[in-house]
């Protein structure tokens, strides 16, 4: 989106859960727990940003630490893990940012995935610049005034253009179609990953540079880099609906759960657990800050974080 616990057995699928984005798409994976009738095992669908690590850590920890499971992870991009899950590759995905169209298909209509209810998290992309940049020009946040300072963000990949930072073109983005739309004089480039967009932030702000960037709520790397969102034309209900014709802001989305149906009925205490999961963007923020920029291992993270948030987790096992 790590060698796990001792709970992991060589078939477990070994995953590099390092801030970054634009996972490889491994639905061709099938791991040996997933949808394994009468089996104390479950499989979790891990996105590769870091906020969606987070998760799934706390989730294995207590799964394989306090309910006894065994617990595989499974590396798959947003869209190609709704197959997975439909599918029984995975039993489960932790941390969905909305996919009206997967949805309808495999919960609605095929109803071979089930709705596990809200992980207690709102999202919400939008663009961004530093802080810095946004006190030394006040109305760069107004993206009518964009093109006035398009000049500032051009880049070898740009051109003559001001360059919009992209993170994976695998996630939701509606960046080309708004560039197009509202008549910008910029040209979106990709950086590859979260990892990458992460470390090239860093950069920019080391040296006070400027840089406007798609971004994400909740993530640890406003802690480190203060950035302030540039108001984009509001958001109003439908205005996205066609991709292609994008105009407006991105919206604030209560982040989902979702399991394999046939887990969720006969998953047990797990299915029950994943149902029950459910935590602040401050505590998401705290696990990823320690992952991502403190360097612990993500079990090492989620052990902190139980340790110290007993109330909280104890309420998903009852």
Known sequence: MRTRTAYSVAAVTSLALLSGCGAADMTKQASPFANAQGARTVTLSVQSWVGAQANV?????????????????VQVDEVPAWDALSQGR??????????????????????????????GVTGHIGWYVPTYLAKQHPDITDWKNLDKYSSLFRTAESGSKGQLMDG??????NDKALVTNLKLNYQVVF??????????????????????????????????????????????????????KVACA?????????????????????AAFLKKFKWTTEDQNEVSL???????????????????HPATWKAWLS
């Open 191 to 244: 950086a590859g990953s979260e990892a990458a967009q992460i470390t090239q932030m860093k950069q920019f702000a080391k040296e006070k540079k400027p840089f406007l960037t798609y971004w994400y709520a909740p993530q640890w790397l406003f802690k480190k880099v203060p950035m302030t969102e540039v108001r984009l034309p509001a958001y109003k209900e439908g205005c996205d609906a066609d991709a292609a």
């Open 57 to 73: 850590a706390v989730a294995q920890y207590l799964l394989e630490h306090k309910l006894g499971y065994r617990v595989d992870t």
């Open 168 to 173: 994976s073109p695998s996630y939701v983005t």
């Open 290 to 308: 320690m992952i991502a920029d403190q360097k612990l291992s993500p079990a090492d993270a989620a052990k902190k974080w139980v340790d110290g």
């Open 90 to 119: 995975v039993d489960a995905i932790m941390e969905d940012w909305g996919h009206p169209d997967q949805e309808k298909r495999y919960v609605d209509d095929k109803k071979t995935i089930t709705r596990a209810g809200g992980l």
């Open 250 to 270: 991105y919206p604030h989305t209560p982040l989902q759960k979702y399991l394999n149906t046939d887990f969720a009925k006969k998953g047990g205490k797990a």
